[in-house]
């Protein structure tokens, strides 16, 4: 059915004069490459599947949880536990089978980037840490591919096209022209500490996937050297204009060699912390000796029971840290990744003279092992 | 610059907002862009955070001077997506 009339499915969007039968070959043609595939990838993989982009590559090395599906609206039930990269690629060959969906189900990193990237014609960025999106930053410019980028903070978003020539043929930005230098660790929360919407991601997405489709039909006035800041709770949009600098290309890798070896693992430089695992901490719990502190904020579910710990907010840990006794101090969140800045922040002021620890993978993994157990 | 009555208008972005409580700030007597974040520091606590300064709506990566009426615009970086 769908070979013999193979525009059917695109029919609408080929009306548009915009479009046509010639931008609809564009999009056939073009290999959009997606790198992560929560919050922002799920629409974005969504709509450039249905609009048939011909070759879409998946990057995640993550697997679905039940605490993702309020945003990212391409996994089921079913999926839960499953690569996002590989079940997202199923759901998008059924939505469109007429397009090449090549997943990719482990992390891009500054060892894989290259080759993978140079495969593809522009690269979305839908990451969910600052890791990544310099290092997608660099890869793009050492390979000069387009990058529409977008991130989020709560209820904000921002999307902006990097590394991409505009109409007026200004030099090329990239998001170091916006940003030189990662934030440390301490600077910013990241999103599956912070709460967020599920439909921020869901309109910033679509935002990125709509300047994909403009930069391959080569229509309207893309986001090129624009970035654009849209507040879901007020619904105002803010545009801010960038353009090059000149010392933001001396940040980054001269050439691939340089970029392999650039190390990009900032979340996980905090140094001096040490993590333990599910089967280290449960010791400690019985410890007299050490201090065990729950560091989300308040309100955070599941409240733990069942052994003695202190309950100090990240925020507010600082102005309590002269209060904390015990020779050993452990640190847990969520995830993992609070407490490491927690165990971080303990760290500066206590040194070596206690022992801190930060719980690995946070308190659900420690929990979900002690169910198993 | 002699005029000592420059008012600027500062928007606030992101979790800096959560710093500020108000989108919106107007801060006077500042002639460019290292005096009003100066001025901020004193304002707020604002030491580990890092932003984005725009003048105006252009991206701005030096010290660049301040006129009465400038919109100021500071953006942290946001990692979520």
Known sequence: MEAKQPYERYQRQMLLPEIGEAGQQKLLQSKVLVVGAGGLGCPVLQYLAAAGVGTIGIVDDDVVSLSNLHRQVIFRMDDIGQSKALRATTSLQQLNPSIQINPYDFRLTNQNALEIIAEYDIVVDGTDNFSSRYMINDACVLLNKPLVYAAISTFEGQVAIFNAVNKANEKLTNYRDLFPIPPTNNEVLNCAEAGVLGMLPGIIGCMQANEAIKLIAGIGVPLINRLLTYNALTNKGYELSLTASGDTLSLIPKDAAAFKRMNYDFSCTVNNVFELDANTFSPYLTNANATIIDVREEGELPIIEGFDHLHIPLSRLEQNIASLKGETIITFCQSGKRSRQAAQLLFNTFATTRKIYSLKDGIISWMNQQQEQ | ?81
Do not use: C, W
């Open chain 2, 1 to 81: 610059m002699l005029n000592n009555t420059t008012r600027v208008n500062v928007i606030v972005f992101g979790h800096l907002l959560d710093i500020t409580k108000s989108a919106n700030i107007a801060i006077e007597n500042v002639s460019d862009t290292n005096e009003l974040v100066q001025q901020l520091e004193l304002l707020y606590p604002f030491t580990n955070m890092r932003f984005a300064i725009a003048v105006d709506k252009k991206i701005v990566n030096e010290n660049t001077p301040l006129n009465d009426n400038s919109v100021i615009a500071l953006l942290p970086p946001f990692s979520g997506g």
